[in-house]
């Protein structure tokens, strides 16, 4: 029988060849000329500089803009949770040159908020990444285990807080529907950006975090965090050490934070089609691969649009499970 880490690598691998295959169509060198003749590629960020959404964008521009043959420019607009992004994208013309960083954190802010839709309010062109998610502790914490955070937990009620990156965020919601699974309460501490929130983590203000292994890869090795689990149903490549959460004893639902690009709903077909592949051409780059490979951040190119829709719809559902409830103040 297939298990589902086997099911999902070969879905994978069938999409990446697809991708490939098509990327390396002549039709791809007509539709590019598609987008307008001239004027930069913007990549907006609904973000700080120095997180994954930021680290992968930079790294996607460089290729990109060989591809177009045109400046490819990023651009950080964090705050108002993402509505500050979300505004800026609808602010520019419809002629497929500005795009906006989409990532799972958006979609739980459309569930606390209700402010934008990513399903109707814009185009999502395509998943470009993959990055798992890890529960981390301080260096110095006193958990050397899920189960030693999870018993001190449930004894001291009240007693443990974690970080994420914001009310209504992935972070947020996963450790709450970690928390009602393993049987605790935390509270949450909101930051405004990941380097913020790994500082007050490493410097044991907060007591762990479930975030993105691209900080795992940063401040393990240095011993200034220690990973606890990985919340997957596979263990990560680069820390084969460290347990899933299933394995530590806890049923919780596997995650992996997805990034990828959207764009103005109302932007023609055919241009929107035009710069999804140029987007997944570049990210589908060896440099690009490699590079983002050092941060735990790896290529997962959707087969179209519509997958890629119904992969926010997807979290759409669980979060706002895990939401009900909650009292949850977006201001």
Known sequence: MLTTSLIRSLRRLAVATAVA????????????????????VRIIVPLTAGGVADTSSRNLAGELGKILNRPVIVENKPGGLFTIGMRALHAAPPDGLTLLYLYNSLASVQVVQKQFDLTRDLLPLTQTTVTPMVLLVPGNSPFRSLKDLVAFARQHPGKLN??????GSTEHLKA?????????????????????MMTDLIAGRV?????????????????????????DDKRMPDMPDVPTVAEAGYRVPPLVLWGGYGIRADTPP??????????????????????????????????????????????????????KGLKLDAN
């Open 21 to 40: 295959a098509s990327l390396a169509s002549p039709a791809w060198a007509s539709d590019a000329g598609l987008l307008p003749a001239a004027g930069p």
């Open 207 to 231: 007591d762990f975090t479930m975030t993105a292994a691209t900080f795992a890869s940063m401040y393990v090795p240095k011993g200034q965090v220690r990973a606890l689990a990985v919340v």
């Open 176 to 196: 709450v529907q970690f928390g009602r699974i393993a049987g605790f309460d935390a509270a949450n501490v909101p930051y405004k950006s990941g380097p913020d």
């Open 270 to 323: 055919a241009v929107a089609q035009a710069m999804r592949q140029a987007v997944a051409k570049a990210a589908m780059a060896p440099q690009v691969r490699e590079s983002l490979a050092t941060f735990s951040i790896h290529p997962a190119i959707s087969s179209s649009s519509r997958d890629f829709k119904q992969l926010i719809e997807a979290d759409l559902v669980w979060m706002g499970e895990a939401a």
């Open 162 to 167: 974690y970080s994420s990156l914001g009310v």
